[in-house]
């Protein structure tokens, strides 16, 4: 990974700053936009599926995925998809993508100028790739997007919060709460050993989150090392937690389940809450360009069942599992909710 030094950590001086960095984007500009003032109203207790329509399902399998089934005969273990999905995300995390994209396009002059089609479309493929991750990631903030987040996470009741990640990957969002919310605790849980030292261990030790400041209230830049964080490697069916959290999170979990398994993957988000606790779960959004890039990026993300939803559905999910949907809303790429256990 491309490491920045730490000359480039920020400090309250560059409170308001932003900055495209080699991998990401640092952003310290205080939001603009309420999410959920700009929300569509929606009653969630009235909602019908009827009305609300149905996720779409993401098919295209990655080709890791056709042949790990065409080689074992069986269909690959929900566990392992996530296992090759965190490697594979990962790697784009990792990667300079405008370095990527000049060795892609070397490539694919090599592979044309020696008459290479199948080779030369492939290295296209991979420039096309780099320039699209380039713009969603590191220039638009899409994945990340801390300002849409903030607004997301603006204004609940919370002091010092015990925070509970579920399928944690990287931990970026309970790293984001914990900034806002500051004093308390973080746990991150995924199954994927990987994810310890391969995602959370490769996020930047630079970058900057903006949050707050307990004594004062001002506005304060934190750092990952400055937060107390703990990673277990544990399926989430096997937690013995008792109802302690004060905020249960996840983020991009419950539309790989489908719905015979949905009132479980809710059940996980309640099971810890402590009464009153808030549940936050993001999903990915139903929109043209989510679908153009699970179709671009398919051998990288898709290994396992995916919906894409819109936040109707996703809030529809949340009421007949028994939450009150708070506050919904859409961020850059993904729906919001911020739910409490009815
Ligand atoms: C789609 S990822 C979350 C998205 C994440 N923000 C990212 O950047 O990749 C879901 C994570 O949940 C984990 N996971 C899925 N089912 C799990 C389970 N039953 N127990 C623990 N972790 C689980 C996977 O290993 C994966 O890392």
Redesign the pocket.
């Known amino acids: 990974m491309t490491s920045i030094s730490s000359s480039s950590r920020w400090t309250n001086a560059d409170l308001g700053r932003t900055e495209v960095r080699d991998t990401y984007r640092a952003d310290l500009r205080p939001g603009s936009r309420d999410v959920f003032a700009d929300a569509r109203p929606l009653d969630f207790s009235r909602l019908t599926w009827k009305e609300a329509g149905r996720p779409f399902r993401v098919e295209n399998w990655s080709r890791s995925r056709r042949e790990w089934e065409a080689q074992h005969e069986e269909s690959l273990p ?2 392992v998809a ?2 090759l ?2 490697r594979s ?1 990962q790697s784009l995390f990792d990667a300079d993508p405008v370095r990527a994209r000049v060795a892609a396009l070397r490539t694919a002059g090599m592979r044309i100028s020696s008459l290479q089609v199948k080779a030369a479309y492939a290295a296209i493929s991979e420039v096309a790739r780099w320039t699209i991750w380039n713009q969603a990631h590191r220039v638009g903030d899409t ?1 990340w997007d801390p300002r849409a987040k903030r607004s997301l996470f603006e204004g609940l009741d919370l002091e010092r919060p015990r925070i509970l990640f ?5 931990g ?2 309970a790293m984001l709460l914990s900034a806002m919310y500051p004093g308390g605790e973080v746990v991150l ?4 050993e990987f ?1 310890v030292e391969g ?1 959370f261990g490769a996020f930047p030790t630079d970058y900057p989150f903006l949050g707050v400041n307990p004594a004062t209230g001002a506005r304060k830049v934190w750092h990952r090392d400055e937060m107390d964080i703990s990673y277990l490697v ?4 096997d937690l013995d937690f008792g109802k302690e959290f004060d905020v249960v999170v ?4 419950v539309e ?1 389940f489908p719905d015979q398994y949905k009132p479980m993957a809710f059940d996980w988000h309640r099971r810890f809450l402590r009464p009153g606790g808030y549940a936050i779960l993001t999903t990915p959004r139903v929109a043209l360009r989510t679908k153009a890039f699970y179709r671009l990026f398919g051998d990288l993300m898709n290994f396992s069942y995916r919906e894409l939803q819109n936040v109707a559905q996703l809030g529809l999910y949340a009421h007949e599992n028994g939450f009150e949907v708070l506050r919904h809303g859409e961020i850059k790429s993904h729906n919001g909710i911020i739910c409490r256990s009815r």
């Open positions: 929900v566990p996530w296992q999905f965190n995300f994945v579920l399928g944690a990957a990287e970026y969002e849980v995924d199954y994927d994810c995602r544990s399926d989430i069916r996840s983020i991009g979990l790989h």
